[in-house]
């Protein structure tokens, strides 16, 4: 063609053109508003009341739980491949140690107590965030303390709450992260923190918008945490409450929460979107939680998925929608794919 009749052409619209913008690696990279990097990752630790313990759970491939008489052979590696932050779950399994208020849950010779003291020793530079909940350490099952008829005495659940986070953070935890859902208890933790002279070192980042729904199966095997009778859904969100999660995110921000987690993520993207908008000075962090992560091996071992590609694209969705760090059981994996990725 000559060049006048190349000029006589119909021309293409120059804005219809984007392909130029990504059609390299780095470009891709470029066109992220923010990527995603090991500091961003915190992994979940189930550390059981037998230290020498390591088991694995069926129903979370590649998750295990731990002892902690083997937490420093585990977590070495991974720290040298650039871990930043762990949460730590407390697993109790000696008979008897269950009762109707949770009084191991703080026990200073339990297993977050003892995980707490064990990881400043030896992984110092390691941020250690405490789940606090009692849902692991009742003898029924449920979250809180209860009413003779089975439901939440809210009083008497957030005063027991309050004084686990403070006992977490007195251990030496960095951050304390309720999970719990029942209403007040952010304002109460803080108080207890503020009192012991603890809330300047302690970040408080509070589950204000966890749901209620059908994706924590996995996590109960692993903290054999399911309750004895009844559900979680009169404290945790109903699955379509996205207006009950704006005001639970407004209340807990109004309480003193220093950060905030969404979860479950995948299914709330919306949701991560508000809490972006109505906490925006907060940190917001994506919980992957281990329905979703156990979704995506079952997904990846029958050939529907590639796993990194379908993790990548899965976490990614969890930045665009605002989140800035992210409770991940696939930390280990993506510490070595981050790697490969540079």
Same mark, same amino acid.
């Given at each position: 063609?000559?060049?006048?009749?190349?000029?006589?052409?119909?021309?293409?619209?120059?804005?219809?053109?984007?392909?130029?913008?990504?059609?390299?690696?780095?470009?891709?990279?470029?066109?992220?508003?923010?990527?995603?990097?090991?500091?961003?990752?915190?992994?979940?630790?189930?550390?059981?009341?037998?230290?020498?313990?390591?088991?694995?759970?069926?129903?979370?491939?590649?998750?295990?739980?731990?002892?902690?008489?083997?937490?420093?052979?585990?977590?070495?590696?991974?720290?040298?491949?650039?871990?930043?932050?762990?949460?730590?779950?407390?697993?109790?399994?000696?008979?008897?140690?269950?009762?109707?208020?949770?009084?191991?849950?703080?026990?200073?010779?339990?297993?977050?107590?003892?995980?707490?003291?064990?990881?400043?020793?030896?992984?110092?530079?390691?941020?250690?965030?405490?789940?606090?909940?009692?849902?692991?350490?009742?003898?029924?099952? &449920?979250?809180?303390?209860? %009413?003779?008829?089975?439901?939440?005495?809210? +009083?008497?659940? $957030?005063?027991? #709450?309050?004084?686990? =986070?403070?006992?977490?953070?007195?251990?030496?935890?960095?951050?304390?992260?309720?999970?719990?859902?029942?209403?007040?208890?952010?304002?109460?933790?803080?108080?207890?923190?503020?009192?012991?002279?603890?809330?300047?070192?302690?970040?408080?980042?509070?589950?204000?918008?966890?749901?209620?729904?059908?994706?924590?199966?996995?996590?109960?095997?692993?903290?054999?945490?399911?309750?004895?009778?009844?559900?979680?859904?009169?404290?945790?969100?109903?699955?379509?409450?996205?207006?009950?999660?704006?005001?639970?995110?407004?209340?807990?921000?109004?309480?003193?929460?220093?950060?905030?987690?969404?979860?479950?993520?995948?299914?709330?993207?919306?949701?991560?979107?508000?809490?972006?908008?109505?906490?925006?000075?907060?940190?917001?962090?994506?919980? &992957?939680?281990?329905?979703? %992560?156990?979704?995506?091996?079952?997904?990846? +071992?029958?050939? $529907?998925?590639? #796993?990194?590609?379908? =993790?990548?694209?899965?976490?990614?969705?969890?930045?665009?929608?605002?989140?800035?760090?992210?409770?991940?059981?696939?930390?280990?994996?993506?510490?070595?794919?981050?790697?490969?990725?540079?």
């Amino acid at each position: 063609m000559h060049t006048a009749e190349f000029l006589e052409t119909e021309p293409t619209e120059i804005s219809s053109v984007l392909a130029g913008g990504y059609n390299h690696p780095l470009l891709r990279q470029w066109q992220s508003e923010r990527q995603l990097t090991k500091n961003m990752l915190i992994f979940p630790l189930f550390i059981s009341d037998n230290p020498d313990d390591f088991t694995e759970i069926d129903s979370l491939p590649n998750i295990n739980r731990i002892g902690v008489h083997r937490l420093k052979d585990y977590l070495k590696p991974l720290v040298a491949k650039g871990l930043r932050s762990v949460i730590l779950f407390g697993v109790p399994l000696i008979p008897g140690t269950k009762d109707p208020v949770g009084t191991a849950a703080d026990d200073p010779a339990g297993p977050v107590i003892q995980g707490i003291k064990f990881i400043r020793e030896s992984f110092p530079e390691l941020y250690i965030i405490c789940d606090v909940c009692l849902c692991e350490y009742t003898s029924h099952g &449920h979250c809180g303390v209860l %009413y003779d008829d089975g439901t939440i005495n809210r +009083e008497l659940s $957030v005063s027991r #709450l309050a004084a686990v =986070a403070v006992n977490y953070a007195k251990a030496g935890a960095h951050c304390v992260a309720p999970s719990d859902m029942i209403d007040g208890r952010i304002r109460d933790i803080k108080r207890g923190l503020i009192n012991a002279n603890l809330a300047h070192k302690t970040f408080v980042l509070s589950y204000a918008a966890k749901f209620s729904g059908n994706l924590y199966g996995p996590f109960r095997d692993a903290a054999c945490s399911a309750p004895s009778d009844g559900d979680r859904k009169c404290y945790q969100l109903p699955p379509a409450g996205r207006g009950l999660a704006r005001r639970a995110l407004e209340r807990d921000m109004s309480e003193g929460a220093d950060g905030i987690i969404v979860k479950p993520s995948t299914f709330y993207l919306d949701i991560m979107r508000d809490a972006s908008e109505i906490c925006k000075d907060l940190p917001i962090c994506a919980y &992957h939680v281990s329905g979703e %992560y156990a979704m995506l091996h079952a997904a990846a +071992e029958k050939g $529907v998925v590639d #796993l990194k590609t379908i =993790a990548f694209e899965s976490h990614q969705g969890f930045l665009r929608a605002g989140a800035r760090l992210i409770i991940t059981y696939l930390a280990p994996e993506f510490l070595d794919w981050l790697d490969e990725e540079n």
